[in-house]
């Protein structure tokens, strides 16, 4: 059973298209996170979710928006996409209502090529 | 959010080499965790450790929370322990990661 799933793995757009990353969660913790891992590996979180209540929103442009239908779901689209955006884009999920103890889970990723 | 360094950025090992990875934190952390990097890009979790020593197979790791460091340990290393070793801290709501150790360990 995967505990955290991204689609798709893989993504190949062009330059101003509109894309959509579904995560979906099946540990039942209460909190999901995008980050963003840039060229040289270095992992940046963009949103995290708690409840469905967005609860950080880092310096992320506004053309990115997440969406949380559920506690187990947390989408990200993007629009307008540019050059940049292409990276690999991690989901993952925690406890954070026992966050001393619950350590955070990833999913396998989605790796975004923009050309 | 807290600023997470690690030492080495790169190491190379020979098989069978034994190494220690180092994880520094400007600020206290809630939770502190160890994540390895396969080449296939999955990102593992490793350890979940704000304080102590744990082990796990070859791997341990040891907090020491009250001098914000941490250090990873590989014995005995294989070519299948090669990677992005990442750790990362929790301050208030956010998990912060380090730039990565990069291990390549040689046949």
């Known amino acids: 059973d995967t505990a955290v799933s991204q689609t798709p793995k893989y993504l190949v757009t062009q330059m101003g298209n509109d894309k959509s990353i579904k995560c979906e969660q099946n540990?039942?913790?209460?909190?999901m996170y995008w980050y963003k891992q840039d060229s040289k590996k270095f992992l940046k979180i963009m949103f995290s979710y708690n409840n469905k209540e967005l609860i950080i929103n880092e310096t992320v442009p506004n053309r990115f928006s997440p969406k949380s239908p559920d506690k187990a779901h947390l989408n990200l689209h993007i629009n307008s996409l540019e050059l940049g955006d292409s990276a690999v884009y991690f989901c993952a999920s925690s406890q954070l209502r026992d966050r001393y103890n619950s350590p955070l889970h990833f999913g396998n990723g989605t790796r975004l090529t923009v050309t | 959010g807290i600023q997470v360094e690690q030492s080495p950025p790169d190491l190379i090992l020979q098989e069978g080499a034994n190494s220690t990875l180092r994880c520094n934190f400007s600020d206290s952390v809630n939770n502190l965790q160890w994540f390895h990097q396969n080449p296939w890009g999955q990102l593992i979790n490793l350890f979940y450790?704000?304080?102590g020593t744990k082990q796990n197979g070859r791997l341990s790791a040891t907090t020491v929370a009250t001098e914000r460091y941490s250090l990873l340990y590989i014995s005995s290393s294989q070519t299948t322990d090669s990677g992005v070793y990442f750790c990362?801290?929790?301050?208030?709501?956010?998990?912060?990661f380090g730039a990565g150790t990069t291990v390549t360990v040689r046949a």
């Open positions: 540990l039942g913790h209460d909190t």
């Open positions: 450790i704000p304080s």
């Open positions: 990362a801290g929790l301050n208030d709501y956010k998990l912060s």
